[in-house]
């Protein structure tokens, strides 16, 4: 119970936090309604970088969200040429996170790493189209274990400043397992086949829970 409360934090936002914190107590010495408006900060900060424990169906007929957030695109498109896909044919699902949503990623299915690639970028709005081409991202090639290629993309947006990679090439993974995060407001792209999307644009998803597509 108390854990549903107060879930625990990704390490990456213990400085944040300690941050927070210090200036709530320098505001407050400053002045009360100055001290309140720190002590919000703080308690957002804590609950950006939540990191609750998720109930993960573990069936290769599925794909579970790769993040929290909501539905943006459900389409078919050819695959990303930095892994080079480009002439290979998948459906894709974007997932747009705000501020407020959990920032953890992890994997959509059991499967092995094969390359991981991260590509600098601009910084514009996730949602937008040439996010996908223009960001900042970080690309996860996995095989599921019926050999299908599965991409991950994580997509800096216009707050996010930061991929936080936490997988390594050659890793297995099982699926819904915590892959990285991205700071501040983003995007998530799954890149898929031989599986039939179950979601559809302005769904909410929930990391490790949501079914997005089968087999």
């Known amino acids: 119970m108390i854990s549903k409360i107060f879930p625990p934090i990704h390490t990456e936002g213990y400085k944040f936090l300690v941050i927070a914190a210090f200036a709530t107590i320098i505001l407050l010495i400053i002045n009360g309604f100055l001290g309140l408006i720190g002590l919000l900060l703080t308690v957002?900060?804590?609950?950006?970088?939540?990191?609750?424990?998720?109930?993960?169906?573990?069936?290769?007929n599925y794909l579970v969200s790769l993040a929290d957030g909501e539905v943006i695109k459900v389409e078919e498109v050819d695959g990303p040429k930095?892994?080079?896909?480009?002439?290979?044919?998948?459906?894709?699902?974007?997932?747009?996170?705000?501020?407020?949503?959990?920032?953890?990623?992890?994997?959509?299915?059991?499967?092995?790493?094969?390359?991981?690639?991260?590509k600098p970028g601009k910084f514009f709005n996730a949602s937008l189209d040439?996010?996908?081409?223009?960001?900042?991202?970080?690309y996860y090639k996995l095989k599921d274990k019926s050999g299908n290629d599965i991409i991950v993309v994580q997509i800096a947006g216009l707050i996010a400043r930061r991929i936080v990679c936490e997988t390594d090439n050659g890793q297995e993974l099982n699926q819904g397992d915590r892959i990285?995060?991205?700071?501040?407001?983003?995007?998530?792209?799954?890149?898929?086949?031989?599986?039939?999307?179950?979601?559809?644009?302005?769904?909410?998803t929930i990391s490790g829970e949501t079914l997005l597509a089968k087999k």
Request: aromatic share 14%.
């Open 44 to 60: 957002w900060v804590y609950y950006f970088f939540r990191d609750p424990e998720r109930v993960i169906i573990e069936d290769d």
């Open 82 to 118: 930095e892994v080079n896909l480009e002439n290979k044919k998948f459906k894709k699902i974007s997932i747009f996170m705000n501020v407020f949503d959990c920032h953890v990623n992890r994997t959509p299915c059991a499967g092995k790493v094969e390359e991981i690639l991260y």
């Open 130 to 138: 040439k996010a996908s081409e223009d960001n900042e991202r970080n």
């Open 180 to 204: 990285g995060m991205i700071r501040f407001g983003s995007r998530a792209d799954v890149y898929y086949e031989n599986y039939e999307p179950l979601v559809k644009v302005g769904q909410k």
